[in-house]
Each structure stands twice: as C-alpha cells, then as structure tokens.
C-alpha cells in the first residue's frame, strides 16, 4: 500500500513571497489533515477535510493559510505571504474514518523563510 | 483546552537499557491516546489506547493507558541504537473533530 506523498521535500522562500505544498494520500482514505510542526514542538493541526469538505480550521490562520481538497482526493496548502515564523515541517496525514481510527503521516515538506 | 505534557523532553541511554517515556493529559470528552515515533519528519503510528489496564505491545514496546489519573507510559526494553527518536504522544476526543493534539515529544538517543 502506497503511502501518503508529499511535495516538494524542501522549500526555502524570502518573506513575503507565496509558496504551495501538495499531499495525496492513501486510496481510500476520507479524511485529510495538514499539521504544521515547528522545531521542538509536536505537530499542531491547520486543518481537517472529510472528501472535500472542511470539518476544523479552527487554528488555520486565515488571513494567509489557505486549503483545498477540491475532488476529495489530493489537497494543496498555501502560504500568502510568508512570516519568518511560518518556517516549519508541513506534515499531512490521512486517515480512513473519521472516527476513531489512526492518521497516517507523509514524509513532510520543511519550508525555511528567511 | 486540550493538553498533553510528556516527559522526560530527553533521554539518553546505552544499548540494553530499558526506559519508560511519560504522557499526562487533559482533554475533554477523551477518546483515545496514540503514540508515534519520529525519526527523520513523518511521525509513524505505533499504538492507540482507548481503555484503561489493557497493555499494548508490539515487540520490545509496550503502552498502557490509566484514563482514572490521565496517563499513559510507553515502555522499551532491550534497546536499540535504532530506538533514538522522538517519541510523541497525542489525545483525541470525542464528537466533531479527530484531530490529534500532541504533546512536545521526548527525544530518546540509545548509545551503542
């Protein structure tokens, strides 16, 4: 079983400037999430989708996070404009249900903005 | 709002060792705890615990969950150089959202 994909690995930006992460995750899974984990923390949810709608955006600043997931399947996060403090790992995760059942993580996108 | 603390933050030990990694937590409406290792960036699942005594193991790791005093240890034995990571625990809860909120991890490093 192909597991979640990720890209681009790495992504270095200025600030000010826009930047997009893709994930596609395994068949079959419903629910999507994007994390955002910034170094020496654990991984803090931006958003969760069920198919191609938004179930919590609740910590996703909205004034420049932005997330689609526009046929259910893969989903794109953008950053317009980059902060130096948006410098992280982007993990996405998938996982079958959204009850009760584990998330699966991709590898992650790192993105430095200097 | 909820919150997961784990200790210790870091570990050091030598290869053989056995260690036990802490979580605490307070979460509302509490559905079930999940620990992940995380070696390079993806965290990879490990277990999830929902009812309180029951131990979950998996070779040389171990988990029990206490949800009367809101813990849960993960225990390995005989470790590995291949067991430096960092260990993360996350809680979810019930009704609306299954997002997983995590704790800051611990970072174990086994020295041959």
């Known amino acids: 079983e192909a597991g979640v994909a990720q890209s681009p690995r790495y992504k270095i930006i200025e600030k000010r400037q826009s930047v997009a992460f893709w994930c596609n995750p395994i068949s079959g899974h419903a629910t999507l999430y994007w994390y955002q984990q910034i170094l020496g923390q654990g991984p803090k949810l931006l958003i969760q989708?069920?198919?191609?709608?938004?179930?919590?955006d609740s910590q996703l600043p909205k004034d420049r996070f932005s997330a689609e997931r526009l046929k259910g399947v893969d989903s794109t996060l953008k950053i317009q404009p980059a902060k130096l403090e948006d410098s992280a790992v982007y993990l996405c995760a998938s996982s079958l249900l959204l009850q009760g059942r584990e998330q699966f993580f991709g590898p992650g996108t790192r993105l430095t903005v200097l | 709002e909820d919150k997961v603390v784990q200790s210790p933050l870091s570990l050091v030990v030598h290869e053989g060792d056995t260690v036990t990694l802490n979580c605490s937590y307070e979460?509302?409406?509490?559905?079930?705890l999940l620990w992940y290792k995380q070696e390079k960036k993806a965290p990879t699942f490990l277990f999830m615990l929902t009812s309180s005594g029951i131990e979950k193991k998996s070779g040389r790791l171990s988990s029990i969950l206490d949800k009367k005093e809101l813990f849960s240890i993960l225990n390995i034995t005989a470790t590995q150089t291949g067991d430096s990571a960092i260990y993360l625990c996350?809680?979810?809860?019930?009704?609306?959202?299954?997002?997983?909120?995590f704790g800051k991890g611990t970072k174990l490093t086994v020295n041959p």
């Open positions: 979460v509302t409406n509490f559905r079930s």
């Open positions: 989708f069920q198919n191609n709608g938004v179930v919590d």
């Open positions: 996350a809680v979810t809860s019930q009704g609306g959202s299954e997002k997983l909120v």
